[in-house]
């Protein structure tokens, strides 16, 4: 389905991700980018993160990549060190380095939200515990 998402997604968050769905390079016309839509930036969708930053590295006016990913379950933070386990789909674009925390698994986020998690809770989601 790469290419077939919405253009809209959710911004970040959720601290853990499912599955990466398709790299995304924006373009951007006002930084010269070819100009296909009457000035609107648009985007690429690209199945491998190698050929989203091939593309991106040769055009100009172009973003890097980034992923969009699906999170079936995802840690919602309204606000700083307040956490809410959400079970719910959330489509969202995310930094690829942030792909590089594991996939979540079964215990993710119950490890997270335990009482007697560590101290820097963090470490679980960056799969250091």
Not at 5 to 17: C, F, K, R
Not at 81 to 87: A, Q
Request: glycine content about 6%; overall charge negative; charged content about 35%.
């Amino acid at each position: 389905m790469v290419g077939d998402y919405p253009p809209i997604a959710s911004a970040g968050g959720g601290l853990v991700w499912d599955e990466v769905l398709e790299y995304r390079v924006w373009c951007h016309p006002e930084s010269g980018a070819k100009n296909f839509h009457d000035g609107d930036d648009y985007y690429f969708a690209f199945s491998s993160y190698e050929e989203a930053k091939k593309y991106s590295d040769n055009q100009p006016g172009t973003e890097e990549p980034i992923a969009l990913i699906r999170q079936k379950e995802f840690i919602d933070e309204p606000e700083k060190g307040k956490y809410i386990h959400r079970v719910k789909e959330r489509i969202a674009e995310w930094k690829v380095e942030w792909l590089q925390r594991p996939r979540r698994t079964e215990h993710t986020i119950p490890d997270f939200m335990a009482p007697d998690a560590p101290e820097n809770r963090l470490d679980i989601i960056r799969g250091q515990t």
